[in-house]
């Protein structure tokens, strides 16, 4: 949902790399902090096994989140795209991929796919819960009331199952941009036919949300509520926590709403429109030697795209490996053989609208898409200045009333 500055790698999940964000080691703490001072009162017993066992709960529940952004990365993979990696942070997780959606059905089964993943672990949680007390106590045991006799294993349960299903309630809000603000953009796009509109009016709600949440934290904060107090143990810092998650959804909201606006000027300008018609390319049977002579030293390229006997494209060649390649002797290779991995969606056809440009990562990347026609024939290179400034001379026009 949310962008981390800095993160470090946890390990990798069917190629997908698990990252954790700086922030999340702060709120790791937080969470065992809280939660080992009630986890004590509850088992009566001593500080060190209270400890170990909220240490144990909030792992696992950040091992619940994982299993949500993996519903959402493995049905982004289905549906053709790519995923980089998942990152964890303080506030939740979040799936980064290749490109946006690209049909209502595309948008409505990725956003989908994370609550799926959640009521899962609902599901195990819940199994486990009735092996040990029976369906008979078992809203007795989550609620800590006494007439259950507690041990570490539904001890942890009592927080995990509620708070996972605190999760599932707030991610299907139909607020942007959580889960439930995404399933609601697919639904109106479906009937509209206009993603903008969809995004519009997710991100509304959103806003809206996020000011009903804020305020919320900030009764929970001023009034302590003893609810509150006997789950968290600390009732202002749930309270701040809260108004902090508002701030960011109505950031994220608000960015949405900003982009629409500036994507519904340029709605007209398709790729064709900006992109260079006769860009600088290399044939994938040219020799390595023969294209950073030619080509890359000529035109001072850092890379270029390499198109085969029929002009279709075929990938991108860099000119640090083919200068590596000529200095061991090896310029004689064909371009072809040195392509770079597939490390995503390069290309966009020529009739698509500019703003499906945005939505590439290779813009970022390399700083170019390439545009190719219905047979993969390239047909031209927009590059990440072009695109600049075009969006600067549209917007830069007032808007018509």
């Known amino acids: 949902m949310f962008r981390g500055t800095r993160s470090i790698k946890l390990g990798t999940i069917a190629g997908m790399r698990i990252s954790l964000d700086i922030t ?12 080992s001072g009630s986890f004590r009162t509850a088992l009566h017993s001593s500080s060190d096994i209270a400890y170990l066992i909220a240490v144990v709960t909030v792992l696992l529940f950040y091992c619940s989140l ?7 990365a493995f049905m982004a993979r289905r549906s053709g795209i790519q ?16 490109r946006d959606s690209q049909t209502p059905g595309e948008e409505f089964r990725i956003a989908a796919a994370g609550p799926l993943g959640t009521i899962l672990f609902i599901v195990l949680c819940l199994i486990v819960d009735l092996m040990l007390v029976g369906s008979h106590r078992l ?11 507690i041990t570490p294993v539904l001890l942890a349960l009592s927080w995990l199952l509620p708070m996972n299903v605190l999760i599932l309630l707030f991610n299907i809000v139909p607020a942007y941009p959580l889960d ?11 009937i509209t036919g206009d993603k903008l509109r969809g995004t519009r009016s997710a991100a509304r709600i959103g806003e809206g949300f996020a ?18 107090r006997s789950w968290f143990g600390d009732s202002s810092f749930v309270g701040l926590w809260l108004m902090l998650l508002a701030f960011m959804i109505w950031q994220s909201a608000r960015m949405a709403l900003n982009g629409t606006a500036a994507a519904s000027r340029v709605q007209g300008v398709r790729v064709a429109d900006i992109m260079d018609h006769e860009p600088v390319v290399v044939r994938g049977t040219s020799t390595v030697e023969q294209a950073l002579d030619e080509s890359f030293l000529r035109y001072q390229s850092e ?10 494209f075929i990938g991108i060649a860099r000119r640090e490996r083919a200068q590596e390649l000529v200095l061991t002797g090896g310029g004689e290779a064909t371009v072809g053989s040195i392509l770079e991995p597939d490390t995503g969606r390069l290309t966009i056809t020529e009739d698509c609208p500019l703003t499906d440009v945005l939505t590439l990562e290779s813009l970022g990347r390399l700083g170019a898409v390439m545009a190719t026609d219905d047979d993969n024939v390239l047909t031209g290179v927009v590059t990440i200045d072009q695109v600049r400034r ?7 026009q007032p808007a018509a009333q």
């Open 24 to 35: 999340w080691f702060a709120m790791l703490f937080v969470w065992i902090f809280l939660l």
């Open 66 to 72: 994982i299993i949500h952004e993996l519903g959402h």
């Open 83 to 98: 995923v980089q990696r998942i990152e964890l942070y303080g506030f939740g997780g979040t799936t980064y991929m290749s």
């Open 139 to 149: 809203i007795h045991a989550i609620a800590l009331d006494g007439t259950v006799q």
């Open 180 to 190: 439930g603000g995404r399933i609601a953009r697919a639904l109106i796009w479906r």
């Open 211 to 228: 000011t009903a949440l804020g305020t919320f934290g900030l009764y929970i904060t001023l009034g302590d509520p003893g609810f509150v």
């Open 303 to 312: 890379w270029l795209p390499v198109i085969d006997g029929d002009g279709r």
């Open 390 to 396: 075009v969006l600067q001379t549209v917007l830069a």
